[in-house]
């Protein structure tokens, strides 16, 4: 079981490594002003998220059925580990941030030359531009971290996202969770996890996506300084891994309130 649980760990963080990188890919349109196709490629890296999370669930089953029969098992224990997954994954992407956008932006010039995603993976992928690609590499600096005071960024929109990652990041956790602390409702609990998910969906789209399109519309116009998304972005990234750590609060209250909502439902 050990090496389901070690399966599930890398997926969940290929999950929250690729879905924060898209960042990088936003960053690098705005600056070339080709956000579209920024916004398309970004598209791409969230399809392999969620191929991962497809992948992830079913064995993430598994775990539950195996801590069923298995009552000293720590599941709690283990899905805490998941978690951790998400954490560390957050964490890489922040570090690998500036070369992500470094090479997002050589991506979108080289679309505009090969004109597809396929002519554009036979020219750009190569074991030689491979081997090329660590020159490449910049990681952040401690003087980056001094840029990123919140101030002239709503704390609203910050503190909002520590709570969508956070709820986001334990939904489906949470709801198999539940499903081990009940019998009768067992099944019910473990389809639940659109209660938390559609929850920090709701907020995503209301009250964060909205703000960063308005942010990125005035950088585009020329009404604010490109270092100003740079900021919202990295704060971005440092209350998505601020959540991951709320999350691992939110994992049992979340399965108890699943397991309520299904029983007076």
Not at 206 to 221: A, E, F, N, S
Request: charged fraction near 15%; avoid cysteine; proline fraction near 3%.
């Amino acid at each position: 079981m050990l090496q389901q649980v070690i399966v599930v760990f890398l997926f969940t963080f290929i999950i929250h490594l690729s879905e924060t990188l898209t960042y990088s890919l936003r960053l690098a349109g705005v600056r070339l002003g080709k956000l579209a196709v920024a916004l398309s490629l970004s598209g791409i890296i969230l399809l392999v998220s969620r191929t991962a999370n497809m992948v992830q669930g079913p064995l993430t089953g598994k775990i539950i059925d195996f801590a069923r029969d298995h009552p000293e098992f720590n599941l709690i224990g283990h899905l805490r580990l998941v978690i951790g997954a998400s954490t560390i994954g957050t964490l890489t992407a922040i570090l690998l941030f500036p070369s992500a956008v470094f090479i997002s932006s050589r991506i979108i010039a080289h679309l505009e030359v090969a004109g597809s995603i396929p002519l554009l993976v036979r020219s750009f992928v190569s074991i030689q531009k491979i081997k090329h690609a660590r020159t490449h590499m910049r990681f952040p600096r401690l003087e980056m971290l001094s840029r990123l005071r919140i101030g002239g960024i709503p704390k609203r929109l910050v503190g909002m996202n520590i709570l969508v990652t956070g709820i986001y990041t334990i939904g489906v956790l949470a709801a198999l969770l539940a499903s081990t602390l009940t019998t009768e409702y067992a099944t019910a609990a473990s389809q639940a996890s659109g209660l938390i998910n559609g929850v920090a969906t709701i907020l995503l789209t209301i009250l964060i996506d909205p703000q960063i399109g308005l942010l990125t519309d005035k950088v585009l116009r020329g009404e604010k300084e490109t270092k100003t998304l740079n900021k919202v972005f990295g704060l971005l990234m440092l209350s998505r891994l601020a959540g991951t750590l709320l999350a691992q609060l939110l994992l049992v209250p979340a399965a108890y309130w699943i397991k309520w909502l299904v029983t007076v439902m």
